[in-house]
């Protein structure tokens, strides 16, 4: 189990954001489709691959550069895969 307080918080949170998200899913899935009204997809998915990084202790790490994500970072983000600069440099990859 985690022993850090960062990754018990952010444990809690994404499990909460777990149940949420699949709450609205399946309400969605309930609906007829209607354009706009669907969620983000791949948000469920990045919980989920958040909680299984935590199960097998490699929650923190920077998946690009290795480094720590940082507290900060991850208590705003929890499910995020990579420290702000790596997303950064990312993000500014895509608008290239
Ligand atoms: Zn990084």
Do not use: H, K, W
């Not at 990084?53 to 929650?59: E, K, P, S, V």
């Amino acid at each position: 189990m985690p022993v850090d307080p960062i990754t018990t918080l952010a444990l809690r949170m994404l499990l909460s954001r777990r149940d949420a998200l699949r709450a609205a899913r399946a309400a969605v899935a309930a609906r007829p489709p209607a354009r706009g009204a669907g969620l983000p997809p791949r948000e469920l998915e990045e919980v989920e691959a958040a909680l299984e990084r935590i199960a097998q202790g490699r929650f923190g790490g920077c998946e690009r550069c290795g480094g720590a994500i940082g507290r900060q970072r991850l208590l705003a983000v929890p499910e995020a895969r990579c420290c702000l600069a790596c997303a950064d440099a990312r993000a500014r990859d895509v608008n290239a």
